[in-house]
């Protein structure tokens, strides 16, 4: 079964670098992040849980908890984590889920097997305080993420949750918006104090909102 956006992110237990965790419990009332690389001590992989761990502090004042997948086990992750910190000069500092019987990567799809019938592709799923997807991006094993770019999209799915518009292509933190096509025309100045443009009857543009 294909997770799509707007469905519950499947709750589970597993074992992790910081221990068991409940994953609904564990996430509490934050949004987050839970995202699969293909294996311990592999290259790209070192340089994304490094990145991550870099980006601690971001991910914390957006309110998101990040944790990690792959299907090897416990020990293999903790003496990864070694390698991390020392190539990468940081600290992990999340979860890696343990999950040798591929429960996890199962229930969210994350094993695509005419990539790879053993071992996990780079699945992003973001997750909402409402336990729901939000967004889900796939990588294949060859190619990095970009974690800057799921803080990009982080800031737009917490504004659009909150207010009535849209980001649009590129948008970066802090550029004008897209008030969305459902707002009356004059409904806008009670909305969008901050003003508006009308580029086309369509295309209508304000500062974003919650700054
Ligand atoms: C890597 O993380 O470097 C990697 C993992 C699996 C296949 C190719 C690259």
């Known amino acids: 079964m294909t997770l799509q956006l707007g469905d519950v992110a499947p709750d589970f237990t597993a074992e992790t670098t910081?221990?068991?965790i409940d994953f609904h419990e564990?996430?509490?009332g934050s949004w987050g992040?839970?995202?699969s690389h293909p294996a311990d001590f592999t290259p790209v992989c070192t340089t994304e849980l490094g990145a991550t761990a870099k980006l601690k502090s971001e991910f914390e004042k957006r309110d998101v908890?990040?944790?990690a997948l792959s299907v090897d086990p416990l020990d293999s992750h903790h003496e990864w984590i070694k390698d991390i910190n020392e190539t990468q000069n940081t600290e992990v500092n999340f979860p890696i889920i343990a999950d040798p019987d591929q429960q996890v990567a199962q229930l969210y799809g994350m094993i695509h097997p005419n990539a790879n019938d053993k071992l996990t592709v780079r699945s992003v799923y973001v997750i909402g305080p409402d336990k729901k997807i939000k967004l889900t991006i796939t990588y294949p094993a060859s190619t990095g993420r970009n974690f800057n770019e799921l803080l990009r999209v982080i800031d737009s799915l917490q504004l659009t949750a909150n207010y009535s518009v849209a980001t649009p292509a590129n948008w970066q933190h802090g550029e004008d918006v897209v008030i969305a096509p459902a707002i009356r025309n004059e409904d806008i100045p009670a909305k969008f104090p901050k003003g508006h443009k009308e580029v086309k009857p369509y295309l209508r543009t304000t500062?974003?909102?919650n700054l």
């Open 26 to 28: 564990w996430l509490g």
């Open 65 to 67: 908890k990040v944790v």
């Open 33 to 35: 992040i839970i995202f």
């Open 18 to 20: 910081m221990g068991t």
């Open 207 to 209: 500062p974003q909102p």
